[in-house]
């Protein structure tokens, strides 16, 4: 599934890039998704959190876009989210490769860690794997569903090859992940451009493509 979308997302990348002028990106807006979240309005956006923590995936990519972007206008938001509990299940994930991985406990791991920063790409990836070895095969697919919207919703907020049109990401980690979820690999550490304005290299590949350009919301 994730090499299949990847596919996918490198073939739109191209072909924005041949087709910039045309191109009409979902970019977040500050203002109309403060109000979308505010009053009475927090109570909606609380029930596509609620059906998103339940992976439910009927919801849109204008849900995604909204509870993604939307996440920067909630109490406590920190774009640089991180938690200690991904020292446990990474040590617990590499254990995999030996043969002596408890699938339980990475599941477990990864579900607390989700419940703390529920859009932590990286997180879905071994959460799903451990549920596919132990035989929960309908939740590792949503969870799957989920990390391919997430993917999806930061892809279309720009095509990331210009100043002017970056991917935006609600956190840093985020910005690694969408680069390997599209195929590339890292050819170093990123540099801060202007403000919240990031720009990663990538190794030399078939399309020509040097690196990202990522804007933190």
């Known amino acids: 599934m ?3 979308l990847s596919l996918i997302l490198l073939m739109m990348l191209v072909f924005q890039a041949a087709n910039a002028q045309q191109v ?9 998704l403060k109000k979308e979240i505010a009053g009475k309005n927090s109570q909606v956006y609380d029930r596509l959190m609620q059906r998103f923590a ?3 995936t009927t919801l849109t990519l204008a849900d995604y876009h909204k509870l993604y972007y939307g996440s920067a206008h909630k109490a406590g938001y920190n774009p640089m989210a991180d938690t200690p509990l991904r020292d446990s299940l990474y040590l617990a994930f590499s254990k995999a490769q030996s043969g002596e991985a408890d699938f339980g406990k990475i599941r477990s791991l990864a579900l607390r860690i989700l419940k703390q920063i529920p859009f932590d790409i990286r997180t879905l990836d071994p959460a799903s794997y451990a549920c596919r070895m132990l035989n929960d095969n309908a939740t590792a697919a949503k969870m799957e569903f989920k990390m391919g919207r997430l993917i999806e919703t ?3 907020s720009g095509d990331g090859l210009t100043e002017e049109t970056p991917f935006t990401v609600v956190l840093v980690a985020n910005e690694t992940d969408v ?3 599209l195929g590339f690999s890292l050819s170093g550490s990123s540099s801060v451009q202007s403000g919240k304005l990031h ?8 399309f020509g493509v040097q690196g990202f350009y990522f ?3």
């Open 2 to 4: 994730k090499r299949t």
């Open 24 to 32: 009409k990106f979902s970019i977040p807006d500050h203002k109309k």
């Open 54 to 56: 339940d992976n439910d």
């Open 154 to 156: 930061i892809y279309n």
């Open 179 to 181: 680069i390997r979820a």
């Open 199 to 206: 720009y990663w290299k990538v190794s030399e590949n078939e």
């Open 215 to 217: 804007r933190v919301f």
